[in-house]
């Protein structure tokens, strides 16, 4: 059996199937589903707005995306450029599939907006007549995201693998594997500005639309009488459709591209296609799971979302464990040699499945301590009894807690995983842990699709039948949210270990027979004063990286308030609701700041590891990755669930516990407004900020081996 034609015909199965949802979705008529005049005609007016401040900031984006690009690749080229080999020229292959990996996840997020911000109107047009009808308009949405972009992804990674190694110029396997690692760092690379970008739009939009609208004037969430409200639904999408997306495609892609790298150094994988290309397979065999699992996506009248959507989990995570089985068996060479260390292919299957469970398992208890069906959530809420110091207080504490088991159990899927097949292993189980990331993404994009309903049929005034129905999805939507992140926060960690082993192991091979500046690279002591001083500067990066991307919330937001209050003062009949607010300038307001603000972070990230290794040489930046690593993983899943637990908290004391209006109620919107940046704008792009600088420092580890270490030189 040719494996490569079966990971072409399963990223075209994800291609088709994307299309088929799209197709569905994009069908159905607005104003078809019965209604008035005016009311269709307001979902037509406000849905438009949406769509159009999402496109319109997203090509924006792009266009700052794509200088960066440029630079980027002459970058790549001209660090890469190998004068000594005539027949291959490192930069040249790395650039090509560096923009490759860019395109690729810029397509992925214009195509997941597009079908959004169309889906959501028709969600909210489907929720006047059942919430089963809703739920599977939002779902579809959805799914187009999910397997339009694992398809786009391995489809990009095998034709790329196709090329490299169709050329026959006589380079070894490795090397061509080591320039494919540029598809990962361009994927990654628009995951930064994705994620740092969209999350800074959408909760400066976020943040003033609730100081204003909900503390200081009292109205409703999304009542059309805020000026924020347009800017906050357009927040939902670019965070959390195109930034989610962006981010998982960078972890498929660079996942894959440590495992390939480091599998190409056994001799016996180099030689077998079938056996070097494991790593895409797990990939592509999640795809048919994902779409067998999602013919089980129905809710009755009255049934539980939560519960449907968590089993879409279950279901794909049982299917691919057994396909992978057989895959296993029939595609994996009996055993390999790699560092020294025998590996079968018993043990390599082994390492998929700690990574695709403790995935499960990492989301389950990021449920826990973040849906309000649990203790830890009604405990923050009950602490808004007595302000919104208290409340603050318990979410801070609840966030650092709750990174205890996730972090047990990533160091359970490390250890066990390293004892079975070495760092390959690791690398393997980083896979097999967003294996089901087609219906993985389906969920996590389904959530924005029905905030964005529920917003739609407060503004055009469908009645409480309907936003009940909504507010029943967008629930469900915020719990598959948190468990969403949980397997971003767990695969990132994954994912950077296996590439900081791929950057090791190119060094070391790079090394050989040189004299190098801080000595001999095949140990690497963290008593090296040059070791320890990286490991402690990564560590803080983190940390700087957080405070730049909620310092520019929070100077967005502080324009954002300035200006929802100018319009409630200076716009006769605005708070009566006989005036329409002036909704662009919010929307230029969110946009703006987010271009702005975005670069500075992206710089952090992206000049850190190149600047380390070139004047502190290959050491200092090994121990800069491992600092940033361990810091970054725990603060990414502490700063996630704090957030993810004062929304949830505000949604019970809403719901069940004191309702809208009230002292509590106000103090929770506080806490919720603190944990907004953390949970989508800090948090998750800590995840990118792990991964970015360990690929980075995996595309150019040939040239710190050459010319890095300036600093050293002059000791």
């Known amino acids: 059996m040719n494996v490569e034609l079966i990971i072409i015909a399963m990223a075209l199965l994800s291609i088709v199937t994307a299309v088929f949802y799209a197709v569905r979705v994009i069908r159905i008529q607005v104003g078809a589903e019965g209604g008035n005049l005016i009311e269709n005609t307001k979902l037509k007016e406000i849905s438009n707005a949406i769509a159009e401040g999402a496109m319109a900031f997203l090509m924006r984006e792009y266009r700052v995306i794509s200088l960066f690009i440029t630079l980027m690749t002459i970058l790549i080229f001209l660090l890469l450029d190998n ?24 397509l992925s997020g214009f195509i997941g907006m597009k079908i959004a911000t169309a889906g959501n109107v028709r969600t909210a047009q489907a929720a006047k007549t059942s919430l089963s009808k809703a739920f599977r308009v939002a779902f579809d949405s959805g799914a187009v995201m999910g397997f339009g972009l694992i398809g786009l992804a391995v489809l990009g ?10 050329m026959n110029i006589g380079i070894e396997k490795h090397i061509l594997m080591e320039s494919l690692a540029g598809f990962g760092l361009g994927g990654s690379s628009v995951a930064l500005f994705g994620r740092v970008g969209g999350g800074i739009y959408t909760k400066a939009a976020d943040v003033g639309a609730d100081l204003v609208g909900k503390v200081e004037k009292g109205i409703p969430e999304d009542d059309p009488r805020n000026p924020a409200t347009i800017a906050d639904n357009v927040g939902d999408n670019v965070g959390d459709i195109a930034g989610m997306g962006a981010d998982l495609f960078g972890s498929a892609a660079e996942a894959t591209c440590a495992a390939l790298v480091i599998g190409a150094t056994a ?7 079938s056996a070097l290309l494991y790593p895409l397979l797990i990939s592509a065999i999640g795809i048919p799971a994902s779409l067998l699992t999602s013919f089980f996506a ?31 068996d029939i595609f994996m060479i009996d055993s390999f040699v790699i560092a020294g260390k025998t590996i079968t292919k018993w043990n390599v299957y082994s390492s998929v499945l700690l990574g695709l469970f403790s995935g499960m398992f990492i989301g389950w208890i990021t449920e826990i301590y973040t849906s309000h069906s649990y203790k830890p959530v009604r405990e923050v809420a009950a602490a ?25 159990l990533l160091v359970i899927t490390i250890v ?29 994009a389904y959530g924005p699709v029905s905030d964005n309903a529920g917003g739609i049929a407060e503004m055009a005034e469908l009645g409480k039948e ?13 719990t598959t949210a948190a468990v969403g992140k949980g397997f971003a926060i767990g695969s990132a960690a994954l994912t950077s270990l296996a590439l900081f082993a791929a950057f090791i192991t190119r060094t070391q091979n790079a090394s050989k027979g040189m004299d190098l500046p801080g000595g001999s690279l095949e140990s690497i002591e963290l008593l090296d004063p040059w070791v320890f001083g990286g490991l402690l500067f990564g560590a803080m990066l983190p940390f700087i990286f957080s405070a730049m991307t909620m310092k520019s919330v929070g100077k967005a937001a502080l324009d954002m308030v300035k200006e929802v209050r100018r319009q409630f003062k200076e716009i006769p009949g605005l ?36 600047l380390i290794g070139y004047l502190f040489g290959v050491k200092s930046l090994a121990g800069m990755l491992a600092g940033a690593l361990v810091s970054g993983v725990v603060l990414a899943i502490s700063s996630a669930n704090s957030g993810g637990a004062w929304d949830n908290a505000k949604k019970y004391i809403e719901k069940k516990a004191g309702g809208k209006g009230t002292d509590q109620h106000k103090a929770a919107v506080v806490g919720d407004t603190v944990g907004d940046p953390l949970k989508d704008t800090s948090g998750p792009a800590i995840n990118i900020l792990i991964k970015l600088m360990a690929i980075t420092s995996l595309v150019f580890a040939e040239f710190f081996v050459m010319q890095g270490g300036v600093v050293l030189r002059l000791f």
């Open 466 to 478: 309907v936003r009940d129905r909504t507010d029943t999805l967008d629930a469900a939507g915020n």
């Open 83 to 106: 004068p000594s080999t005539t027949d291959f020229n490192e930069g040249l292959f790395t650039a090509i599939a560096f923009v490759s990996g860019a395109l690729i996840s810029c």
């Open 298 to 328: 129905r809710v009755k009248e009255g049934g539980n979302v939560e519960a449907a959507l968590k089993l879409q989990l279950w279901i794909s995570t049982a299917i691919v464990a057994v396909a992978l089985y057989f895959a296993t």
């Open 416 to 444: 066990l995983s390293n004892i079975l097949a070495g760092m390959y292993g690791i690398a393997v189980a980083a896979i097999g842990m967003i294996s089901t990331i087609a219906i993985g993404l389906t969920i996590d």
């Open 384 to 408: 808004c009894e007595t302000g919104a110091a208290t409340n603050i207080i318990y979410g801070l504490a609840l966030g650092y807690h709750s990174s205890v088991v996730p972090v047990i």
């Open 575 to 610: 708070m009566e609701g006989t005036a329409k607010p002036e909704y662009a300038k919010c929307v230029d307001i969110s946009t703006s700041a987010a271009l702005r603000e975005m670069i500075p972070p992206g710089l952090l990230v992206l000049l850190s590891p190149i």
């Open 267 to 273: 001799a016996a994988l180099a030689d077998n296609n």
């Open 157 to 166: 990674m095998i034709t790329l693998f196709l090329i490299f190694t169709g």
